[in-house]
């Protein structure tokens, strides 16, 4: 089990390296469509996925339900989706979300700018000063998106494994070069570890989704780290029966033995809805 985590400036040839990658590899593409399409299966509406996809929302749309929503929707698809297949995940902070589980790999894609301006030219038929218009904001909105979501300078090489020139490769050729890395770097131990790891992130997630989604218990800020078969909850509540009820919740959900419970009570504590 493996997870390639792709990250790319816009016009980097992006989308034509996943595809050429998932043929190679056989491993399944999530991109923008297939996330979409999972987000609209849980009711997130279009007008809120624009809002947040890959890009830092507003002010409003900052201080909304919908954002937390969002993310958290956004985590749950792609912690499914890497607990059942070996996957190709596009842009969506993937490397931030997956940071420091085994058996992922993390890659951004850039190019110089005049090949990007060029390459913006020629697909949406524009001349050079729109094409700088949309480069400018599709990277601003990236690194806003990942500033805001994770924290992360999406332009910082530290975080990701390999860095590739997109400028004169094909996307075949750059999609080989990332291919090879992933054969030496994803041992078979790699991959049962990588397993066993993606399994305990959708747990996590399943038992958040039926804390705050399902039985609709008061819990701000809420986390559930799952090692085995134990999950310790973190977060903060406004009462005492309400961290019991979260308690029991997630020891109702399959696979879950052991409840740690750390939310704390903090008296009269709100956030704006």
Request: charged residues 25%; aromatic residues 8%; proline residues 3%.
């Amino acid at each position: 089990m493996s997870v390639i985590c792709v990250a790319r400036e816009f016009a980097a040839l992006g989308d034509e390296t996943v595809v050429e990658l998932a043929r190679m590899t056989g491993y399944k593409a999530i991109d923008k469509d297939y996330i979409e399409a999972k987000m609209s299966n849980r009711g997130i509406a279009p007008e809120v996925r624009a809002k947040y996809d890959e890009k830092k929302p507003g002010f409003i749309a900052s201080l909304s339900q919908d954002r937390d929503d969002y993310l958290h929707y956004l985590k749950s698809i792609l912690y499914e989706e890497a607990a059942a297949y070996d996957c190709i995940i596009t842009g969506r902070g993937g490397f931030a979300i997956f940071a420091g589980v085994p058996g992922v790999i993390s890659v951004k894609l850039v190019a110089p700018r005049d090949i990007r301006i060029q390459r913006i030219r020629a697909r949406f038929a524009c001349d050079d000063k729109r094409a700088e218009q949309l480069l400018r904001q599709n990277d601003r909105d990236r690194r806003g998106f990942h500033d805001y979501f994770f924290g992360v300078d999406w332009d910082d090489p530290v975080f990701y494994d390999l860095v590739i020139n997109t400028g004169r490769g094909h996307p075949a050729t750059v999609a080989q070069l990332i291919d090879q890395y992933r054969t030496l770097v994803i041992s078979p131990e790699k991959g049962r570890e990588s397993m066993k790891r993606m399994g305990e992130l959708k747990l996590g997630q399943t038992i958040i989704t039926e804390v705050l989604y399902n039985r609709r218990i008061s819990i701000h800020f809420l986390e559930a780290d799952v090692k085995d078969n134990k999950v310790i909850l973190h977060g903060v509540a406004n009462s005492q029966s309400a961290i019991d009820a979260a308690g029991s919740c997630a020891m109702s959900v399959p696979g879950i033995e052991i409840v740690d419970n750390g939310i704390q009570v903090v008296q009269e504590f709100s956030v704006i809805p």
